[in-house]
């Protein structure tokens, strides 16, 4: 280019022409900003923002820093001798590097980040803090990413990045962070651990019947908490950006109930109501009054969307419904017969009988928890006999389908007239094909008016003065013989202690615990299905010389067979050595009669294994708990007797 020409443009030439510099002082270039985002491994990306530049300009720049990349980056190989170390102005997190080698670096670092790995962070909530260590949270610092770094041998990055790194290494103003790694399955994992010291779920109202008093109180339902996982682990990341140890609140969600107050009010008010007045039920001459103690029994609460209401249990009243009919309920209204040679002969009419309707029933008691006329007259319905006397006198039943035998060797003669009574009561009965049999509801109330006398009977927790003790030698033969025809049982009670008289022909080879039944008018009873698809007549024998009482079920034949397997006697509890005293208004002062004898307590297990066509079905665990039992002495309180 020509002198003159430079001259004539320049500087010079222009002040000799008059031109005045501008008074304003010329745009510099913008500062440099840095955003650093550390995590993950992944140190943060330097950016710069640059002024409009001519293109000549920038591709000056370009040259000079790929000029100084190049020699950044290759003439630490091409010295043989040299061992890279950290350039002039290069820091991490502001603290000076420069010097040092990869070995200087590994301490230098490790030491610089102790106090961030030993607790990175601490979470906080509410009154509960935790301390979790790097290694519980998946946190580390990659020491040899972070030295490459510093070292100027970072491998991986935008060519862009690269570039612009060396210019700042170049101007002595590097500033480098850690290389942070996070697993985020195990800082997942940590948080979801401490979820069950958080997390609470919404706790509905809830209504409480004081059993004492019966005062109603209402409990109003509590706000749940839930620890949002996602969200804090966002707030962990972005705490250890710092490499600082900090403090973060774990994030939460408030779960709101959706309790309604007027629905839990209303609920209140309708348990009140419930206990205010007691139930009369009513049918002829048998009555049941349920005071505020049984009325408890039977209100249940429902729990909704809107809250928690109190109605009446229905569940519960049908169970209570249930026995009643057993007070009730007529016997088997088809003739009673007895066979001779198969053929069955009349020897008691058939007759019309009630039952309790019991769907009905329960309908009516749970109305009546509404109103303030609580009395219910229970409703019935008439039963007809299903066969005629031309129908029975073609019924065959000479198949017998298992006899059930016990006996009775010992028995007071008060026992002995109950067992005839309850025997009594059962002959001759004829079971409909599919129907349901119910010893309470054939035997019917066990009163005098039936044949029974007062016995000493198991009641509770103790052997006392009952209509009809011993009856249960009736309820023990009749359920072995359902046993051992196969049939299918609907309720079976054992005693609650063990009896040795119901030892005897329990089981085909051997004598032993397990097999009886206990049944209590209004409480247990023993019911059991005929589904043989043929009409049972169920035959009894009560021999009182030899004192055995044997019940046969007799029918049609089936293609089953029956097996016993057991008994199997485990967990034996010795009987208590102290023995109890019970009080006794009906022996005179001054008198003692012992009325139980101390037995161990056992656990007896029998399966039945029931066979057809020659394939074995499932078998059925009866199992029996009998409890210890301690002597039992009756202690006289009555009139002393006279000299």
């Given amino acids: 280019m020509p002198p003159r020409y430079a001259q004539k443009y320049g500087p010079i030439q222009r002040r000799r022409n008059g031109f005045t510099p501008p008074s304003s002082p010329m745009p510099q270039a913008t500062p440099v900003r840095e955003t650093r985002v550390v995590g993950g491994g992944i140190t943060g990306w330097l950016t710069r923002t640059y002024d409009h530049a001519s293109s000549n300009d920038i591709r000056g720049v370009v040259i000079i820093a790929v000029v100084l990349v190049l020699l950044a980056v290759f003439v630490p190989y091409l010295l043989p001798n040299s061992e890279p170390?950290?350039?002039?102005?290069?820091?991490?997190?502001?603290?000076?590097?420069?010097?040092?080698?990869?070995?200087?670096?590994?301490?230098?670092?490790?030491?610089?980040?102790?106090?961030?790995?030993?607790?990175?962070?601490?979470?906080?909530y509410g009154d509960k803090i935790w301390h979790p260590s790097a290694p519980d949270l998946g946190i580390s610092i990659d020491i040899r990413q972070t030295s490459n770094e510093l070292l100027g041998m970072s491998t991986g990055r935008g060519l862009g990045i690269l570039f612009h790194t060396t210019w700042l290494r170049w101007q002595g103003i590097l500033d480098v962070g850690p290389h942070?790694?996070?697993?985020?399955?195990?800082?997942?994992?940590?948080?979801?651990?401490?979820?069950?010291?958080?997390?609470?779920?919404?706790?509905?109202?809830?209504?409480?019947?004081?059993?004492?008093?019966?005062?109603?109180?209402?409990?109003?339902?509590?706000?749940?908490?839930?620890?949002?996982?996602?969200?804090?682990?966002?707030?962990?990341?972005?705490?250890?950006?710092?490499?600082?140890?900090?403090?973060?609140?774990?994030?939460?969600?408030?779960?709101?109930?959706?309790?309604?107050?007027?629905?839990?009010?209303?609920s209140v008010n309708n348990a009140k109501q419930f206990l205010s007045a007691p139930i009369a039920i009513r049918y002829g001459k048998q009555n049941w009054v349920w005071q505020r103690d049984d009325l408890i029994r039977f209100i249940a609460t429902n729990k909704t969307a809107r809250g928690i209401e109190v109605i009446p249990d229905v569940h519960a009243i049908a169970t209570e419904v249930d026995r009643m009919a057993q007070y009730i309920d007529t016997g088997s209204v088809e003739a009673r017969v007895t066979v001779g040679d198969g053929r069955a002969t009349i020897v008691q009419p058939s007759r019309h009988g009630v039952r309790l309707d019991r769907a009905a029933a329960v309908q009516k008691i749970s109305d009546a928890f509404f109103k303030t006329d609580r009395v219910v007259e229970l409703p019935t319905v008439e039963v007809l006999p299903q066969l005629s006397a031309s129908q029975i006198e073609a019924l065959r039943f000479g198949d017998v389908l298992s006899t059930g035998r016990s006996s009775f060797v010992g028995s007071a003669k008060y026992r002995i007239t109950n067992i005839v009574a309850g025997a009594k009561h059962i002959n001759g009965v004829l079971i409909a094909p599919g129907a349901t049999f119910s010893f309470n509801t054939e035997v019917g109330e066990i009163n005098e008016a039936n044949g029974f006398v007062k016995g000493y009977a198991v009641v509770g927790k103790r052997t006392q003065l009952e209509w009809g003790g011993g009856v249960c030698q009736v309820s023990t033969s009749l359920f072995r013989a359902a046993f051992y025809a196969g049939m299918p049982f609907t309720e079976w009670h054992p005693h609650p202690f063990y009896i040795k008289w119901y030892d005897d022909y329990a089981y085909p080879d051997v004598a032993g615990p397990g097999l009886d039944a206990a049944i209590y008018t209004g409480e247990l009873d023993l019911r059991f299905v005929n589904d043989t698809a043929h009409w049972v007549m169920i035959d009894t024998t009560v021999d009182t010389e030899k004192q055995i009482l044997d019940i046969t079920l007799r029918g049609t034949a089936t293609d089953r067979a029956v097996r016993v397997v057991g008994p199997k006697i485990t967990n034996t509890i010795p009987a208590p050595k102290d023995p109890v005293y019970v009080d006794d208004p009906t022996i005179a002062t001054g008198i003692t009669k012992q009325s139980d004898k101390a037995k161990d307590g056992i656990s007896v297990v029998a399966y039945r294994i029931i066979t057809v066509h020659g394939k074995d079905l499932p078998g059925e665990e009866f199992a029996s708990n009998f409890a210890p039992w301690p002597n039992i002495f009756l202690r006289g309180t009555g009139p002393a007797i006279k000299p």
């Fill in 180 to 266: 942070v790694v996070v697993n985020a399955a195990k800082l997942q994992n940590y948080l979801v651990q401490i979820t069950k010291e958080i997390d609470q779920p919404v706790q509905g109202s809830d209504i409480v019947i004081d059993g004492q008093t019966g005062a109603v109180q209402a409990i109003p339902a509590q706000m749940g908490h839930q620890l949002l996982v996602e969200q804090t682990m966002v707030e962990i990341l972005n705490t250890i950006r710092t490499a600082q140890p900090l403090t973060v609140t774990v994030r939460t969600n408030v779960l709101a109930p959706s309790t309604d107050d007027k629905t839990l009010a209303l």
């Fill in 85 to 124: 170390t950290v350039s002039t102005g290069v820091t991490l997190q502001g603290v000076g590097m420069s010097g040092l080698t990869r070995n200087m670096l590994t301490e230098r670092i490790s030491k610089r980040y102790e106090t961030f790995l030993n607790e990175p962070v601490t979470l906080v």
